[in-house]
């Protein structure tokens, strides 16, 4: 079948065929496609680390939506787009802690085979809990699951026989039914990706077993193969974001490209935790966003943590011959609340099915993650750590030092000064103004431990020479806006682009960050300012530091394998590749301290901004509060999206 993409001369063509009398037997079949992605183990409307319900979160809340969806259409076809059993303390504790065995059913399919799938993507969080964990989770699943660009290791370095290690694809025969209430046959086919990075990001877990392939190649390898086989329609579920930046091939980001590929009739993405269509994508070449198209065609990306559910509407034409083709297309993405400023309205209720089904499994959640590890002298919060050294931050790093000084020692490593390098994990964004760290004096459960690292990562250590340190520092500076020192005007200091979790600031060492100059690097670790450099007096123990100085710095398996796109940080550098992962080392250096007192080292500052008298950031409204805050900024008040918004003076 021809794939049609130009609708305006579809309806023009068929309104002439109709008149002429030649397309009096063909049939007009409507279609919904309904989308979750990124749940990230939220299958409860649960918040394990503020214990607490919550309305932004949840498979359960989406499955209310869900319901209503379907019964709104005769014809559906239902797909989740990965990053599904890992991401929550709920993924963490079914996987570490109590374990699944063979033949148990992970409480994600619980919740989903109530819901009926027809099919699934793999995203590149399943691969964190290795391969044979994941094989035990997806045979519980009751719906098939794809992905195109895996394949395994075979070891012979000869492309043409490479075998998938996932099924490719999946042919659903299907039958639906027409305007007119006669049913057709049809078969939709579902193809899958994942970013083929997961080779570095998990490269523990996946190294001599299996390879990753370009998304876009592998899709005009499949798709007319799908075609040749009968698929009417086909879906492509990328667990990939948008990005209109050159094509270079191994894109993580490869969702706009896929849309150019001939033969997929919707695409259902996901992995960068946004939500299309919205403004976020609006005045992008190729976008539609009052259709929900891309280049053409049907598109929808909803959220993540259960956020939102992803509607596509087809409007199908099928001629008498039984050929398919789409006429139209509709996209939405339906929330599950709404936020104005700080309030948050739930528009729908959690759905009792989902909620029963993985009761025990969130119960036992619960309880592991109130046992306590230790205290705190002091508060723990992350509300200023994109401005100040930070708490949250600080007792990371003390901790994977800790741990590195005493696996070092005796060592060869014995003697090079080690770093210890941290992000802040919560710090706002796309999670809202509640999205913070916030750890009050006293008891330190294990929830307070996973909220201080929220990721499963595994310590590495890296060594690296003192130039490699100060790029490394380069590109986290990239979490700044470039600010006028002359100017009088407000200049929002925090480029929301950045994710935060790639802000690293690195202990051990001193230095300024000079947000008066460009950007070296972009957020895709492209040098876009060679002649700029933002990190200033860079000294270790009060002396500047070398270019040919050695350090070894503390980080996890992403950020050394390449994860960030961090200059110097492919897998090259790595010496230690340790077992624990970074918050079971916190959980263990809370333990033995007994008492810890999370102050900041105040290692690192900004460099003076001249005259710039608007220097504006968002926090959250619990800020004003905090024994932390800095004593060089003044809350001015809330903005639009219920963050607290203050004025930072540097000089």
Do not use: C
Not at 147 to 170: H, L, T
Not at 487 to 505: A, M
């Amino acid at each position: 079948m021809a794939h049609i993409r130009n609708t305006g001369a579809v309806l023009v063509g068929l309104s002439l065929a109709l008149a002429s009398g030649t397309a009096l037997a063909d049939s007009s079949v409507s279609l919904r496609i309904l989308e979750t992605t990124d749940i990230h183990t939220h299958l409860v409307n649960y918040d394990y680390y503020r214990d607490g319900a919550s309305d932004t979160v949840g498979l359960a809340k989406v499955a209310t939506l869900l319901k209503t969806a379907r019964g709104e259409a005769e014809n559906m076809v239902l797909v989740d787009n990965g990053d599904l059993i890992q991401g929550n303390p709920l993924g963490d504790y079914m996987a570490k802690e109590r374990g699944l065995k063979k033949g148990e059913i992970h409480p994600v399919y619980k919740a989903m085979n109530l819901l009926g799938y027809d099919a699934a993507n793999i995203g590149n969080h399943e691969f964190n809990y290795g391969l044979d964990f994941l094989a035990t989770s997806l045979a519980g699943a009751d719906f098939p699951y794809v992905s195109a660009n895996i394949f395994v290791d075979d070891g012979d370095d000869n492309a043409e026989n490479d075998k998938p290690y996932f099924e490719p694809y999946v042919l659903l025969d299907r039958e639906f039914v027409d305007d007119n209430g006669k049913t057709h046959k049809a078969k939709v086919g579902v193809i899958g990706f994942v970013p083929p990075q997961v080779m570095q990001w998990d490269k523990t877990n996946l190294a001599g077993k299996v390879i990753s392939k370009d998304i876009v190649d592998m899709a005009k390898k499949y798709v007319p193969e799908m075609r040749a086989k009968g698929a009417d329609i086909v879906i492509a579920v990328p667990h990939s974001g948008f990005s209109t930046m050159e094509r270079h091939g191994m894109e993580e980001n490869a969702t706009y490209y896929l849309s150019e590929v001939e033969g997929i009739d919707a695409i259902l993405f996901g992995h960068a935790h946004t939500v299309f269509p919205s403004e976020d994508f609006a005045d992008v070449k190729g976008v539609d966003l009052a259709k929900g198209t891309i280049n053409g065609v049907a598109a929808v990306m909803p959220g993540f943590w259960g956020s939102h559910l992803g509607v596509i509407d087809l409007q199908l034409n099928v001629s008498d011959d039984g050929t398919w083709s789409v006429v139209d297309s509709l996209s939405e993405a339906r929330p599950i609340y709404q936020r104005e400023g700080r309030d948050v309205t739930p528009l729908v209720e959690a759905d009792p099915d989902v909620v029963a089904a993985v009761k025990e499994e969130h119960e036992a959640t619960i309880a592991y993650m109130r046992e306590g590890v230790g205290t705190t002298a002091a508060p723990i919060n992350s509300f200023f750590a994109l401005v100040a050294d930070d708490p949250s931050i600080q007792i990371v790093t003390n901790a994977q030092k800790w741990y590195l000084e005493k696996l070092l020692n005796g060592s060869e490593y014995d003697g090079i000064p080690i770093l210890s390098a941290g992000a802040p994990f919560k710090a706002g964004g796309r999670g809202g103004p509640d999205y913070f760290t916030d750890i009050a004096e006293g008891k330190i459960a294990l929830k307070n431990v996973a909220d201080l690292y929220i990721y499963p990562n595994t310590v590495r250590a890296v060594l690296l020479n003192g130039d490699q340190v100060r790029e490394w520092l380069e590109m986290s500076a990239g979490q700044f806006n470039q600010i006028d020192p002359n100017s009088s005007e407000e200049q929002p200091l925090i480029n929301p682009d950045f994710p935060t979790y790639n802000y690293d600031v690195i202990d051990g060492v001193t230095y300024q960050i000079n947000v008066t100059k460009p950007a070296r690097y972009n957020k895709a670790g492209e040098v876009v300012n060679a002649d700029s450099h933002r990190i200033v007096n860079l000294a270790f123990e009060g002396k500047p530091v070398n270019a040919d100085q050695q350090f070894v710095v503390a980080t996890n398996n992403y950020r050394a394998g390449g994860g960030g796109n961090f200059p110097g940080l492919d897998g090259s550098t790595v010496i230690v590749e340790a077992p624990d992962e970074n918050r079971t080392v916190l959980g263990n250096y809370i333990l033995s301290e007994k008492t810890i007192d999370p102050k900041a080292d105040g290692n690192w500052s900004f460099a003076p901004i001249g005259d710039a008298s608007e220097v504006t950031f968002v926090t959250s409204p619990k800020a004003s509060s905090a024994v932390n805050a800095p004593d060089d900024i003044s809350f001015i008040g809330e903005d639009k999206d219920g963050f607290a918004k203050y004025v930072l003076q540097t000089k």
